[in-house]
């Protein structure tokens, strides 16, 4: 079983850019396909960008052009860069993981382990 634990939320004004970071407890962190999720109260988690244990990426179209998703496996630590942000992306971020994401990869029930999440205001 994986732990992980997401840093780096905080309030930024619209155009201002986030780097949030989630540190994974195992070793065996590599074996592991590795999300961004956010949600937003009463809503279902959104599948914001994916990397698998190959290094493959996915992004939702809502953020392509502005999250870049990656991972260094030797610290062990998953990354979201987010650039250019905007009101709309208020919200609780997760980071979460699976042994195999696949093409449903942006469900979040495709997904066994979450952090805890960390909180991104644009305001």
């Known amino acids: 079983q994986v732990q992980l634990v997401e840093s780096g939320g905080g309030s930024v004004k619209p155009g201002g850019s986030l780097r949030l970071s989630c540190v994974a407890s195992?070793?065996?962190?590599?074996?592991?396909?590795m999300g961004w999720f956010r949600q937003a109260p009463g809503k279902e988690p959104e599948g914001l960008a994916v990397?698998?244990?190959?290094?493959?990426?996915n992004y939702a179209d809502s953020v392509k052009d502005r999250f870049t998703i990656s991972r260094d496996n030797d610290k062990p630590t998953l990354y979201l860069q987010m650039e250019n942000l905007k009101s709309e992306d208020s919200d609780m971020y997760y980071c979460?993981?699976?042994?195999?994401?696949?093409?449903?990869?942006?469900?979040?029930?495709?997904?066994?382990?979450w952090g805890l999440g960390t909180q991104v205001t644009v305001s």
């Open positions: 990397i698998d244990m190959d290094g493959k990426i």
């Open positions: 195992e070793s065996t962190y590599g074996d592991y396909c």
């Open positions: 979460a993981a699976t042994y195999a994401c696949g093409s449903s990869w942006s469900n979040s029930r495709v997904f066994t382990y």
